[in-house]
């Protein structure tokens, strides 16, 4: 059975930073994708950043230039530098990845169970 868990967490002042990190357990084959997605009480989920197999990152244009997604293969884990945290930045944090538990296996979306962030003075 495989498990997504996340951490890194909690409560910054505006300006601030976080590094979350997310790992991946169970029996896996291979991963291909690995992203972030977060939701803000009232509002739908929302792509954060991803990034590819092969290092290809993408970033939603309110997070550019201030968030960083880096992954270790080896680890199986990917990571979220946040910096220049603002108060719109405030959700719960959503890792996910897309991997396969056999050879013979199509590639299937796996979730975390998310991590809270606030950012307030």
């Known amino acids: 059975q495989v498990q997504l868990v996340e951490s890194g967490g909690g409560l910054v002042q505006p300006g601030g930073s976080l590094r979350l990190s997310c790992a991946a357990s169970?029996?896996?084959?291979?991963?291909?994708?690995m992203g972030w997605y977060r939701q803000a009480p009232g509002k739908q989920r929302e792509l954060v950043a991803t990034?590819?197999?092969?290092?290809?990152?993408n970033y939603a244009d309110s997070v550019k230039g201030r968030f960083t997604i880096s992954r270790d293969n080896a680890k199986k884990t990917v990571y979220l530098q946040m910096n220049s945290l603002k108060p719109e930045d405030t959700a719960v944090y959503y890792c996910?990845?897309?991997?396969?538990?056999?050879?013979?296996?199509?590639?299937?979306?796996?979730w975390g169970q998310g991590t809270q962030v606030t950012v307030s003075s």
């Open positions: 996910s990845m897309k991997l396969r538990v056999g050879v013979l296996r199509a590639p299937n979306d796996y």
């Open positions: 169970g029996s896996i084959f291979s991963i291909n994708a």
């Open positions: 990034i590819t197999s092969g290092g290809n990152t």
